[in-house]
């Protein structure tokens, strides 16, 4: 599916967001325009990465 801009202007907040599912889901609410801030108990590096390589923005990482 092409990317869209259904999620413009709105803020996502994903845990367990650093691999796996979770990263998935932040990198396809970024490609479709949300501003995704993430949440997981690893570093976030990797799914900062891969979002800002979807076209989006994310607004922070939280590592707990």
């Known amino acids: 599916a092409e990317p869209s801009n259904e ?3 709105r803020v ?3 845990t367990g967001a650093s691999r796996g599912i979770g990263q998935a889901i932040a990198q396809t609410l970024a ?3 949300a501003r995704v801030a993430i949440v ?3 570093e976030a ?3 900062a ?3 800002e390589k979807a ?3 994310m607004l922070g990482g939280v590592a707990m």
């Open 31 to 33: 490609a479709n325009g």
């Open 7 to 9: 999620f413009a202007d």
């Open 49 to 51: 990465v891969a979002i």
């Open 55 to 57: 076209g989006g923005t």
């Open 12 to 14: 996502v907040v994903v």
């Open 40 to 42: 997981d108990q690893e």
């Open 45 to 47: 590096a990797v799914t």
